[in-house]
């Protein structure tokens, strides 16, 4: 199984001659060998596509990326200047910085108060990576809220108050309650922003990650913000699994989603699993999403039904009449599962979300027709993406391929399916009435 280096280069600043894995202590790749770099090309900080290219001792060779970049990109990066204002370019590293005048979106500064939450649950190593990327994050009014969902001891607590005696922005918060529903409900409940921002605690983000999220309320309507979220490296066979099964990392693409919209093709739309983003990045307008109920805490990591939270959240907005961007300048990086055990786990939980969800839309009145009427294409749907998946890893012939169980993973998946509303009828039972 080879390894891939995952990372991002900026179009309008110094170019480097060569990209090279960082050999510090940063990130889970110290000391790893890889022998592929994946690049998120990116101008004025927007996503313009990924370029894939061998490592060569251990270093990638820019021009070899910028003619590559050529090749496949150059439309792309003619298509953003356009929407700037500017005159196209005959190579992709002539596209040069934003400027004054030009309408590119990099130069709007959102003010509205932004209250970032972050959940997590008894993994100080792992949140303190997270933390010292959102330390980073450049954005006027912002607030940071760790959530620290019922915790066994004060090892979590330390962590974040060591960090907010440096930077007054973050603030510890307690949830008692387990479950990553009732904890992202608590940073609901406290945040003081009329946008909310979330995110989990094995993401690291990018410096400009809230304010391009701010930045895709301006469209009237638009009552929640998903963001790209790309895979930040590829060390296994497990992260190679993950990543070719998961579609949030795709687009580059803005998109606008709500009824009747440019999106809603009269078929699966809304319950689309993938078309919307992850609960790994996204914002809501905290009004709109109070009134709606926040999330529904029989759903989502740490119950029994273990997912499906993120979709009922951008589903139920969608249907009450709101917008959903999502606006890929909004760049988080996505640590993935690396033991197969972690990996099995996470696609029955993928299985048991989805139908969970499914179950819940299907025992509401107001949304059983509906549901019903899409059942046959989603379920066509699921099995394309399975096989697509098996697909893009069957031709992998490289040593440590063999090692991932694609069937195994597959049929968890569908056990998961099988569960799923059962264990969402039980996770609803089990939450006390209020
Ligand atoms: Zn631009």
Same mark, same amino acid.
């Given at each position: 199984?080879?390894?891939t280096?995952?990372?991002?280069l900026?179009?309008?600043?110094?170019?480097?001659?060569?990209?090279?894995?960082?050999?510090?202590?940063?990130g889970?790749?110290?000391?790893?060998?890889?022998?592929?770099v994946?690049?998120?090309?990116?101008?004025?900080g927007?996503?313009?596509?990924?370029v894939?290219?061998?490592?060569?001792a251990?270093?990638?060779?820019?021009?070899?990326?910028?003619?590559?970049? #050529?090749? /496949?990109?150059?439309? !792309?990066?003619?298509?953003h200047?356009?929407?700037? &204002? +500017? =005159?196209? $370019?005959?190579?992709?590293?002539?596209?040069?910085?934003?400027?004054?005048?030009?309408?590119?979106?990099?130069?709007?500064?959102?003010?509205?108060?932004?209250?970032?939450?972050?959940?997590?649950?008894?993994?100080?190593?792992?949140?303190?990576?997270?933390?010292?990327?959102?330390?980073?994050?450049?954005?006027?009014?912002?607030?940071?809220?760790?959530?620290?969902?019922?915790?066994?001891?004060?090892?979590t607590?330390?962590?974040v108050?060591?960090?907010?005696?440096?930077?007054?922005?973050?603030?510890?918060?307690?949830e008692?309650r387990?479950?990553?529903?009732?904890?992202?409900?608590?940073?609901?409940?406290?945040?003081?922003?009329?946008?909310?921002?979330?995110?989990?605690?094995?993401?690291?983000? #990018?410096? /400009?990650?809230?304010? !391009?999220?701010?930045?895709?309320?301006?469209?009237? &309507? +638009? =009552?929640? $913000?998903?963001?790209?979220?790309?895979?930040?490296?590829?060390?296994?066979?497990?992260?190679?699994?993950?990543?070719?099964?998961?579609?949030w990392?795709?687009?580059?693409?803005?998109?606008?989603?709500?009824?009747?919209?440019?999106?809603?093709?009269?078929?699966?739309?809304?319950?689309?699993?993938?078309?919307?983003?992850?609960?790994?990045s996204?914002?809501?307008?905290?009004?709109?999403?109070?009134?709606?109920?926040?999330?529904d805490?029989?759903?989502?990591?740490?119950?029994?039904?273990?997912?499906?939270?993120?979709?009922?959240?951008?589903?139920?907005?969608?249907?009450?009449?709101?917008?959903?961007?999502?606006e890929?300048?909004?760049?988080?990086?996505?640590?993935?599962?690396?033991?197969?055990?972690?990996?099995?786990?996470?696609?029955?939980?993928?299985?048991?979300?989805?139908?969970?969800?499914? =179950?819940?839309?299907?025992?509401?009145?107001?949304t059983?027709?509906?549901?019903?009427?899409?059942?046959?294409?989603?379920?066509?749907?699921?099995?394309?993406?399975?096989?697509?998946?098996h697909?893009?890893?069957?031709?992998?012939?490289?040593?440590?391929?063999?090692?991932?169980?694609?069937?195994?993973l597959?049929?968890?998946?569908?056990?998961?399916?099988?569960?799923?509303?059962?264990?969402?009828?039980?996770?609803?039972?089990?939450?006390?009435?209020?």
């Amino acid at each position: 199984m080879t390894a891939t280096w995952c990372t991002d280069l900026e179009l309008s600043a110094p170019i480097p001659d060569a990209l090279r894995p960082a050999r510090s202590s940063e990130g889970s790749g110290a000391g790893q060998r890889y022998d592929s770099v994946r690049v998120l090309v990116r101008l004025h900080g927007a996503p313009i596509g990924f370029v894939e290219q061998p490592l060569v001792a251990d270093a990638l060779d820019v021009t070899v990326l910028l003619k590559a970049a #050529d090749a /496949d990109l150059l439309a !792309a990066v003619n298509e953003h200047l356009a929407a700037d &204002g +500017v =005159a196209a $370019v005959s190579t992709v590293a002539a596209a040069g910085p934003a400027r004054d005048g030009d309408r590119c979106a990099s130069r709007i500064r959102p003010h509205e108060r932004v209250s970032v939450v972050v959940c997590t649950r008894d993994r100080p190593e792992i949140l303190r990576g997270c933390l010292d990327r959102l330390r980073r994050l450049e954005y006027p009014n912002l607030e940071i809220l760790i959530v620290d969902n019922a915790p066994p001891d004060g090892a979590t607590r330390e962590v974040v108050h060591d960090l907010a005696g440096l930077d007054p922005r973050f603030r510890y918060v307690r949830e008692p309650r387990p479950g990553l529903s009732c904890a992202r409900n608590r940073g609901l409940q406290e945040a003081t922003g009329t946008l909310i921002a979330y995110t989990d605690d094995d993401v690291s983000v #990018d410096p /400009d990650w809230v304010r !391009a999220l701010a930045v895709g309320f301006r469209t009237p &309507g +638009v =009552a929640c $913000v998903t963001g790209l979220v790309c895979t930040a490296s590829i060390d296994g066979p497990a992260e190679r699994y993950f990543d070719a099964r998961v579609s949030w990392g795709d687009s580059c693409r803005p998109a606008l989603h709500r009824i009747g919209g440019e999106t809603d093709d009269g078929g699966l739309f809304p319950y689309s699993p993938g078309i919307f983003g992850t609960g790994a990045s996204f914002a809501v307008r905290a009004d709109v999403f109070r009134v709606l109920g926040g999330f529904d805490e029989a759903l989502g990591a740490g119950t029994l039904t273990a997912g499906g939270e993120d979709l009922d959240a951008f589903v139920r907005i969608v249907l009450a009449g709101h917008a959903l961007a999502y606006e890929p300048s909004a760049v988080v990086w996505h640590h993935h599962r690396s033991d197969l055990d972690g990996l099995r786990r996470q696609m029955f939980a993928y299985g048991t979300g989805l139908s969970a969800f499914l =179950a819940k839309h299907l025992s509401d009145g107001d949304t059983r027709r509906e549901v019903l009427r899409r059942i046959p294409r989603g379920a066509r749907r699921a099995v394309a993406i399975g096989t697509n998946t098996h697909g893009s890893l069957d031709g992998d012939a490289s040593p440590g391929a063999a090692e991932v169980p694609t069937k195994a993973l597959l049929l968890r998946e569908l056990a998961g399916l099988a569960v799923g509303p059962v264990l969402y009828a039980r996770a609803r039972r089990a939450i006390p009435r209020r």
